[in-house]
């Protein structure tokens, strides 16, 4: 399994901006793709953003136009930049790796949102 470090959450006013950050341990990095998905409380996980091994990405539609994934494999690093955030967008988000024979998970950063 390989280790995954999110950081970045934490208390936004609604309208603000956060970055999170994942870092990934090992070598597969450039091979994986890698997502971002949240869990508010009392609801299921949802996918928020995803990106290729070659850069494409894919949005859930209630982030779409505010939110943008990127990654740095040099860095083995995944970026989620959130704008104009909502109360609504308050869950914690998790980072994702994914390959055909791994699937890998971060331990969470909690991002709140104050309206």
Do not use: H
């Amino acid at each position: 399994q390989e280790k995954l470090v999110e950081s970045g959450g934490g208390l936004v006013q609604a309208g603000g901006s956060l970055r999170l950050s994942c870092e990934a341990s090992g070598s597969i990095f450039s091979f994986a793709r890698m997502g971002w998905y949240r869990q508010a409380q009392g609801k299921q996980r949802e996918l928020v953003a995803s990106i290729s091994t070659g850069g494409s990405t894919t949005y859930g539609d209630s982030v779409k136009g505010r939110f943008t994934i990127s990654r740095d494999n040099a860095k083995n690093t995944v970026y989620l930049q959130m704008n104009s955030l909502k109360p609504e967008d308050t869950a914690v988000y998790y980072c994702n790796l994914r390959l055909v024979t791994m699937d890998s998970w971060g331990q969470g950063t909690q991002v709140t949102v104050s309206s």
